[in-house]
Structure formats: structure tokens, C-alpha cells
Nanobody
Framework: QVQLVESGGGLVQAGGSLKLSCVAS??????????MGWFRQAPGKERGFVAA????????YYKDSVKGRFTISRDNAKSTVYLQMNSLKPEDTAVYSC??????????????????WGQGTLVTISS
């Protein structure tokens, strides 16, 4: 069964840090064929793009509001993608989901939804 399983969410104070992980299993193709991304959905809002990383980790793209605070990385040997989040703000509160797709354009522009999604992990930032 194709799965993306996120972990690492929780409650932290503003200014704090969290590191999210997303482990992939049983993807139709090898993990290193996929562009991996993180999305988030805040209460009452639509899900939106946060960050993406390509197969080799040498092409990375961030939503403007997280640049300089969030870092996406991946470990292909562990089929895992990470999101290190620093200097967290209350407006970062959301359910964070990882996604997998073989297309960089699909992941970063979303002309269609990415192929595979995780269930999400809740991140709550208190002021």
C-alpha cells in the first residue's frame, strides 16, 4: 500500500523549532524518482504549498513566507523527506502534509494535485 507517513508535529511557542519527517513506502517508483514537497492547511483556509525538493536535493523551492526559516531536505536511502522549521510564528499553525510527484512543475505550480499524499501532522504555534 502506497504510503507517506508524517511525524514530528506538536505544540511549540513562537520562536521555537520543529522538525517534521515524512517516510515513504511502496511508492510505484523508487523514492529517488520523486520530487517531494510539503504543504500546509491552516484552520479555515485552503491547503497551500510550502516547499519542494528535487530528486538529488540540488533544486529547492520555498514559499516566500518561510524562506530563511524553513529548510527542506531528503535522505533517499531512508525514503524520507524532512522539514526543519525555525523561528516559528503563530501564523505557521496548520496541518502539514507531505506529497510526492515525479514532476517538478506539478509539485511547485500544482496544475494538478501531486500523485501521493500523506495524512498530515498538526503543528500548533502559541504566541
Amino acid at each position: 500500500q502506497v504510503q507517506l507517513v508524517e511525524s514530528g508535529g506538536g505544540l511549540v511557542q513562537a520562536g521555537g523549532s520543529l522538525k517534521l519527517s515524512c517516510v515513504a513506502s511502496d511508492l510505484p517508483y523508487a523514492f529517488n524518482y520523486y520530487v517531494m514537497g510539503w504543504f500546509r492547511q491552516a484552520p479555515g483556509k485552503e491547503r497551500g504549498f510550502v516547499a519542494a525538493i528535487n530528486w538529488g536535493g540540488d533544486r529547492i523551492y520555498y514559499k516566500d513566507s518561510v524562506k530563511g526559516r524553513f529548510t527542506i531536505s531528503r535522505d533517499n536511502a531512508k525514503s524520507t523527506v524532512y522539514l526543519q522549521m525555525n523561528s516559528l510564528k503563530p501564523e505557521d499553525t496548520a496541518v502539514y502534509s507531505c506529497a510526492a510527484d515525479r514532476s517538478w512543475v506539478v509539485m511547485t505550480v500544482q496544475p494538478q494535485p501531486p500523485e501521493v499524499w500523506g495524512q498530515g501532522t498538526l503543528v500548533t504555534i502559541s504566541s
